[in-house]
């Protein structure tokens, strides 16, 4: 790739707009915005696989991330051994009960495929059938489980495993509901695909929400183990009280600073490497074909590639990336709050991460990434700006200027879909065109 | 100088031209039927009459007015009628309505002529409240026709109408197709079905590449040995 | 024995059959919306519950203004007085936005991806809107008298021990969808303007060689929309309460309902509707005294015998839309058309 100034300008002005804010602000918000800037390219670009490589519209980006957060907590927490002890064995039956549920229902569905409403018969008995039988022993050890100290725990834990193994396992869990969703909608209309995934992220969030043995629902799981240090461990430390000493700062903000830059090193590795993986995978015969499928279905359909197949590759591949991001953001939040999943932040904010930096670009889409989510942070003070320079005029109490005031909030959402359809409609190329190879 | 007549037509769909200097006309009352192999651009010349793609030279003047830069619907209005080859009923609606749909652009009463289709297609009647879907492909195809009769054309332009029907279909379909042309309608077609659209053709033309390869009557192009060896089989 | 299967089916239809004929009712005149956006402009129109949000939004604030000057509809909730209101503020929003978005779009031939995801930043602004008008909060408009039918009344009426009770909103829902349907149907069934609308739907091509004006169909399936969805938010608003989140969550009970049905069919809209809204209520609904009253002291079960918890009623419509596309992806009705 030749390295193109435009592009290297707008990484550069990004990078100055961050460091303005620590300028201005503090350096400790400017690496918070970072952070959450390397997270938010990771999920644009795991977007940009399914949209920018198979045109495939993913409008559940939300349940994808989420899944990668409970990785957080099943793989880093410890084991409640209470609460295993308790009804660990009646959840493991209940979930070998509902696997082989499935696999039975599964394999009559196929082995009696065209026999009509027996096979309907069959399989919705067998459905039933196995769900009564989950539940049976399901539902005791579900209330043993969360009876266990349910101010502390009320769940099983994790498997006390490093948490930097959740990212991994995030992308698989992602992987895993992704494949099993583009099984069902692929092949069908583009819209059933993004009707299916907006239904499952909604699922998904409802059980993370409510299965209090595994996530304590909105009890949230807080104080999961970091991959880097605590600022107090570091705060005590000689040799970093005498590095705060040296430079003049204090040791709290070098400790919290410190802190950040670990994470943002993490962070950027981890979006390095996908998008080095990325970029290989767009040049390669396989990034070629699909973009060959994605710009005339029928004519490489014609040509004997399985559509179907490769689209669901490239959803299964994108799903796990998000994944992966969702994974790294409840390891940066330290807590796992099934609440915060919102479909608002999670899946139309990346949507125009992708759309602005550029669809089908990777590039472009780190780089929406951090447009969108630095516009996203800095537009509420100066939303609330703005309205206190337009209510200047009016009266302390005047309603209106009450009203103005408080709604300012809501003009960012208002803001993002407005600048998702000035791109879509004046640049749909975005910031970085895609290149044409 | 021809009631309809597209002269000189020039032009294809944007990439390279498939029409080539090619002339296609039709006398009131009369029936032009254009046949030639697959791909000569039949269909094409004929959408061409029909302002359906952009010619690059040439024209299309209709009783010696030049309605080259009118688009298909305005063509409608001059009384021209159109029915495609493919999808040419509304399928989830009554045959009635496919008729009134038809008579969209009038605004006067339609009923005298809906019944003057009836006429000529009596199974229609028994079937018009049944959706176009559930009708046989020749039942189908009389739809069409009829759809196109009501605005009262002064030409009728038919894509192929007997694609895909039995041929005891297919002679009903031209007997009608006859009945029309004697209510002074002009009709110009295309056919695959060369023989049997040349025997009731006033006019005929063999297109080959989108050029007109011979012109004649219809009655001279089935004794012509030459058409007779190279397109309707000897 | 006998009053015991009378109590029985009273307690189903008051907590099974009631709810089911108001959610489902509601949720057909949102799908319908969604169905005829699909019919005409041939995408899946992921705004429309904000649309819905939106009209319900304009129809309180008129209900307000109404109420402050002491104009009410007696009996009945005044907001029925100010849907007209709420319909014509919606007309308005949706016609400057095809305008404004949608309209360059299809002159361009886009494909129906693009128009989706131009919906969704749609979605985006009008979300936006209502939060910033009304803010974000729950907002109770109902007035007037509370219930048609008191479970007391019932009671003692009928002298079982299950009362049946139906609020003047389910009433209202029921009648106003049975209305609006009947008039719909009067319109695309009887009208020139609706058969114009069937044929753009059935075959683009065919109903422009015909002379049917594209533009005009297109209004008019906004128009028609606009007020379905100010209808079917304003009645749902009013039978639950309004909160502009919960508008976000119906979307997917609504895409199910038209899916189920077939995208693009009317009559399968309301059919999904109704098949949707009646498994939602029956899966969540705990049957625990229905079976007390059917069976023997000894048998009654002690579990709430409840097939799925009321969090995961969207999973209801999940499940259904994922069989309606695994068997029959074209829905009940085999849509497309309208």
Redesign the interface.
Known sequence: MTINRRNVGMFALMALLITIVGVSQSWSVALAILNLCLISSIMALGVNIQWGYG?L?N?GVMGFAALGGVAGVLVSMPPVANAWAAGGIGVLIALVVGLITIVAAAWTYNKLRGTGSYQ?LTVGAIVVVG?FAMRWFM?PAVDAIEAVESAKTGYLGGLGLPILISWAVGGVFAAGAAWIVGK??LG?????L???T???S??IV??L??EDWLTRGVKNVNGIPRPVPYEVNLQRSEYFQKLAADWNMSIIDLSSITVKLCYAGLFAIVLLAILWLSERALRSPWGRMMRAIRDNETAAAAMGKNVTARHLQVFVLGSAVIGIAGAMLTTLDGQFTPTAYQ??RFT?LI??MV?VGGSGNNWGSVLGGFVIWFFWIEAEPLGLWVMDVITAGMAEDNALRLHLL??AA?????????I??LV??FTPKGLIPETRR | MSFLLGENMTGGYGGADILHDCTIGVEEGEIAVVVGPNGAGKSTAMKAVFGMLNLREGRVTMKGEDITKLSPQDRVKKGMGFVPQNSNVFTSMSVEENLEMGAFIREDDILETMEQVFELFPILKDKRRQPAGELSGGQRQQVAVGRALMTKPKVLMLDEPTAGVSPIVMDELFDRIIEIARNGIAILMVEQNAKQALNIADKGYVLVQGENRYTDTGEALMQDPEVRKAFLGG | MMENILNALVLLANFLVVPGLAYGSQLALGALGVTLIYGILRFSNFAHGETMAFGTMAAILATWWFQSLGISLGPLPTALLALPVGILAAMVLVLTTDRLVYRFYRKQKSSPVIFLIASLGVMFFYNGLVRFVIGPNDQIFTDGSRFIVTAREFKKYTGLNEGLAIKTTQGITVVAAVVIVAALFWFLNKTRSGKSMRAYSDNEDLALLSGINPDRVVMIAWLLTAALATIAGTLYGLDKSFKPFTYLQILLPIFASAIVGGLGSPIGAIAGGFVIAFSEVTVTFAFKKFVTYLVPEAWAPDTLLQLLSTDYKFAVSFAILVVVLLVKPTGLFSGKSL
Do not use: Q, T
């Open positions: 045109g519209l409008v309907a769900y539902d069902i909608a069908l209309r583009s819209d059933y993004a009707i299916a907006l239904g499952i909604e699922i409802a059980m929400k409510n479909p608002l139309f949507w125009v759309i408080n709604s809501h003009m960012r959402l208002m803001m993002m879909g407005l998702l359809l879509l409609r």
